[in-house]
């Protein structure tokens, strides 16, 4: 019984997230962006998407960039960011437009 009422807020959490509703802060900045290497894409049609830091926890953590195959023709990358906001710093995930 206790399982079938925890099924409830479990799915709509994972469909939050799906529908990039998720949303995560940190009470400090994150550190500057790292350089990284890119190197030769995988193949045609491949682009590259820089990394960022991410919130994992209690501390920001990088999460590396990589070659990315674009959904759709035409599509442009939105790079993740944070904004800082009332002592809070949101972060706004990444995302293709």
């Known amino acids: 019984m206790k399982r079938t009422w925890l099924l409830a807020p479990v799915l709509a959490a994972f469909s939050m997230v799906a529908c990039g509703g998720a949303v995560y802060y940190a009470s400090v900045p994150p550190p500057p962006l790292r350089a990284e290497v890119i190197g030769v894409g995988p193949g045609p049609g491949f682009v590259w998407v820089n990394g960022y830091w991410g919130w994992r926890g209690d501390r920001h953590v990088w999460v590396a960039g990589s070659w990315m195959r674009p959904p759709r023709p035409r599509a442009v990358w939105i790079t993740p960011r944070w904004e800082a906001r ?5 972060f706004h ?3 293709w437009r």
Not at 86 to 90: E, F, K, L, N, V
């Open 93 to 95: 995930e990444g995302r």
């Open 86 to 90: 009332g002592g809070r710093y949101y």
